[in-house]
Antibody, heavy 122, light 109 residues
């Protein structure tokens, strides 16, 4: 079964760039959308963006100016970069596979990685 | 953008109770809704997609219903492992934008 694992620094300084990688195992990364979702402590889930294995991306408009996602199919990995971070970007970051059916109208996330806590602090 | 509003935000119940959580969409979304369960310190887990289809491996005490703007997640007989936070989720198709409900925390009474 497909499993996802996030990796990257757990501490990032304000104004710097947060960089995370999600490694997909147990299946191919090809022909799916892959997403990043974050969750500040004690709060709800916020979608950050998604990338198709062709490299096509869609981002949350509220984060779009700071987000870049990329994919490396040879390594079965996809990545997130979030620039100019502030304390408000402190959260657990999850990667997840997007399942899309019904002509793309019905989408859900499954499976999810275990999540990685990123703290923005000097 | 379509907003999802869950009610209640907090729910206190006992083992064996039947509970229902509601998710209301600000516009009609047909049956394009999913439900997740999240336990503390864990990633969300898919329970239901297409409003009423149970994900493989999810106990049959979970069920989902609804279409259009009103959806429900029902747990027919609460088990100790069901105390968690539940989220609904949908996709705005253009531009693509996923939204989640604010969550419903189910606590032991």
């Amino acid at each position: 079964q497909v499993q996802l694992q996030e990796s990257g620094p757990g501490l990032v300084k304000p104004s710097e760039t947060l960089s995370l990688t999600c490694t997909v195992s147990g299946g191919s990364i090809s022909s799916y959308y892959w997403s990043w979702i974050r969750q500040p402590a004690g709060k709800g889930l916020e979608w950050i963006g998604r990338i198709y294995t062709s490299g096509s991306t869609n981002y949350n408009p509220s984060l779009k100016s700071r987000v870049t996602m990329s994919v490396d199919t040879s390594k079965n990995q996809f990545s997130l970069k979030l620039s100019s971070v502030t304390a408000a970007d402190t959260a657990v970051y999850y990667c997840a596979r997007v399942i899309a059916v019904a002509g793309g109208l019905l989408n859900w996330f499954d499976p999810w990685g275990q999540g990685t806590l990123v703290t923005v602090s000097s | 953008d379509i907003q999802l509003t869950q009610s209640p935000s907090f729910l206190s119940a006992s083992v064996g109770d039947r509970v229902t959580i509601t998710c209301r969409a600000s516009q009609g979304i047909s049956s394009y809704l999913a439900w997740y369960q999240q336990k503390p310190g864990k990633a969300p887990k898919l329970l239901i997609y297409a409003a009423s289809t149970l994900q493989s491996g999810v106990p049959s005490r979970f069920s989902g219903s609804g279409s259009g703007t009103e959806f429900t997640l029902t747990i027919s007989s609460l088990q100790p492992e069901d105390f968690a936070t539940y989220y609904c989720q949908q996709l705005n198709s253009y531009p693509p934008m996923y939204t989640f409900g604010q969550g419903t925390k189910l606590e032991i009474k």
